[in-house]
């Protein structure tokens, strides 16, 4: 069991455009489809990839149906493979199936897959069903599958509908609404009647997507006065569920029959009304029905609904608990009220326009019915004196209970030229009552139907029917334990519907290779299916059906003789060459069918007496007579002309032919008769139309939503003809191509002979390609404009693609891992050390918390900036000190140059000779003067970068003093520090002010020197000038001794 991941599924995808994402594609039965794009071609490569690395197979398991599978080894008829859980099986080639590679998952058209196989099918269908996409649709759209999801899917909205209107088949995912569309778009354009057939098991979805499909058609085809057509299809159902749907095991709205409902449409294509045909009603859950199960819905809806229409009907105060029809049935069903059911099916009896007399009469029957199943038959065989129920049937039914109860108990039969009065036995009474109860549900369902079909035949009024699109919603192939002689009608329905799908196979294929001009002889695969079928119903031999057909007629005929014959005409080569009829090896009255979906075999009990269905035919002639209109309506056939009855139960119960003399419909029909009259009419309808073919399929017989039980599944696969269809495709040549699409996809073989941009006929192209390839001509053929393939070729031609790009593939992967892992090692690196310095600062971080120099540190360290700039100040001052030293140092020495000057200025006095010598000096002091001017200037420039700095320093200790103050209330003591340090840089700055004095002392000083000296000059120059008339020898040795002076200075 696989369970369904509970994801929803969204709208379809479209591109910004507003079309569809991806690309068409040529395919089987040669149809240009739509085929979606890939969302993640990455992961489709790495998937590939993977997939290339074994080869995966499928092979049988009997619990999952397949298993995946991988070969070991083998040598081409026998294979070693091992299972996924290691499990070693042997296996010869016919046991193995070709998995397809990943790119093929879920794609929703199975004639894509390469392999086209069981387990490929069956694989697709889970694999999509566990994403909620419950269609998948195969061979170009001809069928399509959905899976029963068990759970409301948002996919049947109004705006799915819009989505779907319009579109092409392919370009947006498969969905029933797409075959609707479909169907309708050939109907309005193509002008000719369609019909989508829709069968599968019971629970399956068959009624649940006729009414999806109803829908669509009733949105699409709409009309000025839509909504009362659309409204009145619709409600149609509710009527005929009601009256014609069980609960059974299997399905708790299990209709329990099957109908063709035909929508008719004007030449605008606007739905103008409708028509509903019925088969195959199972009549005997009127009195019986397992104890899991319920009769009818209506007869619980009734008994549970409107109290006053109950009194009317004489049911007022009873329960399903007091009628032997019902109560021993299942009551009630989860989820479901009858009650409101009831009031329901009212409104859409109003709708349709049943007035409230015909709906009474509806459910008189059903009363009637009721009453019938409660009648007891007493040992005497008789009625009982006291039964309470036949006034109130004969009542009911408009008839006198005393008329009643003779035409049952001595029903008057022909005997030679007279009337004689027959006695019956307890079990025949009993027959009797019961068949009556069958005969008038069955013909009460029956009238209702027409009266449903009269009302929406009302609606033609607005156009003249051009069309139809009809919607056939009937049981699939049953094989059960026991089957039965209704188990032969579904079944032998059924062969005859999937001949029609064979048949309109052969019929497009056939106009594909026509198209395409390709050489090849077709089998009608319709024609397989003729030999169950004419074993069924051929009338010469005597097929299954007219033999139990003459079993009615001929005297004392059974089923015992029944059964002799057929094995007597068809045990023998003679007539069954093809071996579909099989004798039973024990004596147990049952023979065997081997029908496409599997051989099958029939209990003949009762065969007969089912098909004749006889009815007590006084008593029909009686209600035929009824005062009550609607019940005589219903018998009228039993309605005799003229005065002389004449009946039509021979003495032993045969039937005496021609039993032709009722009016109305006329001859008696035996229900084999009738089923094969509906289906020759239905077979006509279909022919005539262009068919679809839905089939459903239930995933579980739990009725549990997103559980899928493979084996189930494969089974109703094989039933419903979807595995036959694959064995049609598969004699055919199912795979094709564009010539554009297949040079694309195989070019990457030979690319020396397909350079790019190289122009090349597509044939050409094609051929060329064949040709290196070295394929088998019977695999392949080329037509106009595609090339066809056989089943397993092209899968061979992509196995061998496959390859080649796997090459490519792990070289780039190989590529992609070197990258990933080189960058994954460069991370863990760098992870790694910075680890590394994380764990050596966190051991440091440890050590350090508690050892007290760092605590004091880390104190400290907030006043380290102020520190550094103390020192800055400090260094400042001592500069400032030493250039003080060196301006105190040059005044010294200028005082001492001065001292000298002065001495040297009294010698000059006393001697004229030591003008020049003075003058020199002169000379000399000037350019030492200049020297100290200039040393001046200097020391000025160092005052006033000193003075600057000193501004600087002294803003700096501002903001400095500022960030203490904020920072270090904590720290008081280093705050008292701070203060002295702002005494030192307050002396500091006494000390710059004090320089700066001194300085400007010195200035002035300097300044009255010069003048001094000026004047010094001055009156040396007079001395001078008197000095140069004193002796000239006194000068000379003033020279020499000024010299001698000077050396020494
Ligand atoms: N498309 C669907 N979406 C949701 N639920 C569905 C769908 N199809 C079927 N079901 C569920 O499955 C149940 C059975 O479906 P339905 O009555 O259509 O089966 P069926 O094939 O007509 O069976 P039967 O032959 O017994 O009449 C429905 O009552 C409904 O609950
Ligand atoms: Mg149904």
Known sequence: MITVESSSPSLPRSNNNGGPIGGTFVHRNGADVFIHDRIDN??????????????????????????????????????EVQLKGGEIRYLSVEKIYYMNPPKFDRVSDMAELTHLNEPAVVHNLTSRYRHNEIYAST??????????????????????????????????????????????????????????????????????????????????????????????????????????????????????????????????????????????????????????????????????GDESIKEKLLLGGKTAHDYNFTKDSNMTIDGIDDAKDFEKLVKSMEIMGLSEEEQFDYFRIIAAVLHIGNLSVSRDFGFDRSDVHIEPLC?????????????????????????????????????????????????????????????????KSMGEQHHYIGVLDIAGFEIFEVNSFEQLCINYTNEKLQQFFNHSMFILEQSQYRAENIDWEY??????????????????????????????????????????????????????????????????????????????????????????????????????????????????????????????????????????????????RTVGQRHRQQLAVLMTHLGASSPRFIRCILPNSHKRAGEINTPLVLDQLRCNGVLEGIRICRKGFPNRMAFEDFRKRFQILYPDDFPLNKFMYGRKACELLLDKMALDPELFRIGVSKVFFKATALAELEEVRNRHLATY??????????????????????????????????????????????????????????????????????KIHQQEKQINEQTHQIQDLMTQYQNLTIEYKGSTDTVTRQEAMIQEFEESKRALIE?????????????????????????????????????????????????????????????????????????????????????MRKELEELKKSSETQILALKVKIYSYCLIG
Not at 49 to 70: M, P, S, T, Y
Not at 539 to 549: A, H, N, Q
Not at 812 to 818: D, K, L, S, T
């Open 42 to 79: 990455v992961q489709d490569a790495v998937d590939q990839a993977l997939f290339n690395e074994k080869r995966w197979v499928w092979v049988e398991d009997e619990k999952h149906g397949f298993v995946e599978a991988q070969i070991i080894q083998d040598d081409g008829k026998q294979y």
């Open 139 to 304: 061979y170009s759209g001809l069928f399509l599958v959905a899976v029963n999801p068990y759970r409301k899917l948002p996919i049947y909205t109004d705006e799915y509908i819009q989505s779907y209107k319009g579109r092409r088949r392919g370009e947006l995912p498969p969905h029933i609404y797409a075959v609707a569309e479909e169907a309708y778009r050939d109907m309005a354009h193509g002008k000719n009647d369609q019909t989508i057939l829709i069968t599968g098991e019971s629970g399956a979805g068959k009624t649940e997507n006729t009414k999806i499909v109803i829908q669509y058609l009733a949105a699409v085809g709409n009309t000025a006065i839509r909504s009362r057509i659309e409204q009145q299809i619709l409600q149609a159902n509710p009527i005929l569920e009601a009256f014609g749907n069980a609960q059974t095991i299997r399905n708790n709205n299990s209709s329990r029959f099957g109908k063709y409902i035909r929508i008719n449409f004007n030449s605008q294509a606007q739905i103008c009304g409708a028509e509903i045909e019925w088969y195959l009603l199972e009549k005997s859950r009127v009195h019986g029905q397992s104890p899991s199960e319920r009769n009818y819905h209506i007869f619980y809806q009734l008994l549970n």
């Open 395 to 459: 009542h009911l039914l408009g008839v006198a209970p005393q008329e009643f109860r003779n035409s049952f108990l001595g029903p008057r039969i022909k005997a030679g030229p007279e009337w004689v009065r027959k006695g019956i036995s307890q079990e025949q009474l009993r027959f009797n009552v019961v068949a009556l109860a069958k005969a008038l549900y069955e013909r009460n369902f029956s009238s209702l139907v027409d009266r449903i079909n009269q009302g929406l035949d009302g609606v």
């Open 523 to 668: 089998i009608d695969f319709g024609l397989d299916l003729k030999p169950t079928i004419d074993l069924i119903e051929s009338i010469r031999p005597s097929g299954i059906l007219s033999t139990v057909e003459e079993q009615c007629y001929v005297p004392r005929g059974c089923d015992k003789k029944m059964l002799h014959y057929l094995n007597n005409t068809w045990g023998n080569k003679k007539n069954n060459s093809s071996g579909k009829y099989e004798m039973s090896r024990f004596d147990d009255d049952s023979f065997i069918v081997k029908h496409y979906a599997g051989k099958v075999k029939y209990y003949t009990k009762g065969w007969v007496e089912k098909n004749k269905d006889p009815l007590n035919e006084d008593v029909t002639r009686l209600l035929a007579r009824s005062s009550n209109a609607y019940v005589a309506r219903l018998f009228k056939d039993y309605l005799y002309k003229g005065t002389s009855d004449e009946p039509t139960v021979g003495l032993d119960g045969t039937l005496s032919k021609p039993t032709r003399l009722r009016q109305g419909s006329g001859s008696f």
């Open 809 to 878: 593939m792990t070289g780039f992967q190989a590529m992609c891992r070197r990258y990933i892992a080189r960058q994954r090692m460069t991370r863990v690196a760098r992870q790694t050390e910075a680890i590394r310095v994380i764990q050596r600062n966190a051991r440091i971080y440890v050590t350090l918390r508690e050892w007290p120099w760092w605590k004091i540190y880390s104190k400290v360290r907030s006043m380290g900036e102020a520190m550094k700039d103390d020192i800055i100040i400090e260094e400042q001052g001592q």
């Open 935 to 1019: 040393k001046l200037d200097m020391c000025e420039e160092e005052m006033e970068k000193i003075t600057k700095q000193s501004e600087a320093q002294a803003n700096m200790i501002a903001r400095l003093h500022q960030d203490i103050k904020e920072c270090n209330e904590e720290n008081e003591q280093w705050v008292t520090q701070y203060k002295g340090l702002q005494n030192t840089h307050e002396t500091v700055s006494a000390r710059v002010e004090y320089l700066e004095n001194e300085n400007e002392r010195l200035l002035k000083e300097k300044k009255q020197e010069e003048k001094l000296k000026k004047e010094d000059v001055d009156a």
